[in-house]
């Protein structure tokens, strides 16, 4: 079975500092990858995807940056964060064929920058 | 045209009764269209969902009804129990390509017992 891992689960972390979460996804190859941004009382924004290695597509202009160096591998990093880099980070995932249409998500990474 | 508009913000249920959310889009092109449920401190997980060939889904206590002239669908919850009590999220994509889902901005919904 398919499986979807996000670390670090909660991150305190001082305004200018980098970041760097990580989410990997096993029992499964050649995923559609993706990063979604919960802040506290709103839905969830798209923030990049990725249909494959090397390949990432930015929804919204911002201060992070991500990258997929391997298959199952999707790394969310920024070079210096901002106040408004708080929130709930999710990953997921998208089988294709018979699982069409279904995001799998992580059980998310808590950033709060202070 | 990218938008999921969803309401409402919040909503109090009694043990038993129905809880209805509702959602409205925007891009016809849209085909495919699911709702979450998150508990607090977890990821959403898919709940139900439809395409936009059939006007309703029901799965257990879980109903969706889908209204394409209006662009518009709902999550009926029925005999709503304290267990369904966490925010719930509708969304909506196109099916082919990326499956890029563009979510509403979620309801917090509290069973009371």
């Known amino acids: 079975s398919q499986t979807i891992h996000q670390w670090p689960a909660t991150l305190v972390q001082p305004v200018g500092s980098p970041l760097s979460l990580e989410c990997t996804v096993e029992?499964?190859?050649?995923?559609?990858l993706y990063w979604y941004r919960q802040a506290a009382g709103r839905g969830l924004q798209l923030l990049f995807y990725?249909?494959?290695?090397?390949?990432i597509s930015s929804e919204v202009p911002q201060n992070l940056s991500a990258s997929r160096p391997q298959d199952r591998q999707f790394i969310l990093s920024s070079k210096k964060l901002l106040l408004s880099d708080s929130g709930f980070y999710l990953c997921a995932w998208h089988g294709g064929g018979s699982l069409a249409g279904e995001l799998f998500f992580g059980e998310g990474s808590r950033l709060t920058v202070l | 045209q990218q938008q999921v508009k969803q309401s409402p913000q919040s909503l109090i249920v009694q043990k038993g009764g129905i809880s209805i959310i509702n959602c409205a889009y925007e891009n016809t092109a849209f085909d495919y269209f699911p709702w979450y449920q998150q508990f607090p401190g977890k990821g959403p997980a898919l709940l139900i969902a439809?395409?936009?060939?059939?006007s309703e889904k029901k799965e257990g206590r879980f109903t969706i009804s889908f209204n394409k002239s209006a662009k518009q669908f709902s999550l009926h919850i029925m005999d709503s129990q304290p267990g369904d009590s966490a925010t719930y999220f509708c969304a909506a994509s196109r099916r082919e390509g990326a499956q890029k889902l563009v979510f509403g901005q979620g309801t917090r919904l509290t069973i009371n017992p």
């Open positions: 439809i395409r936009p060939d059939v």
């Open positions: 990725s249909v494959g290695i090397g390949q």
């Open positions: 029992g499964t190859s050649n995923p559609n």
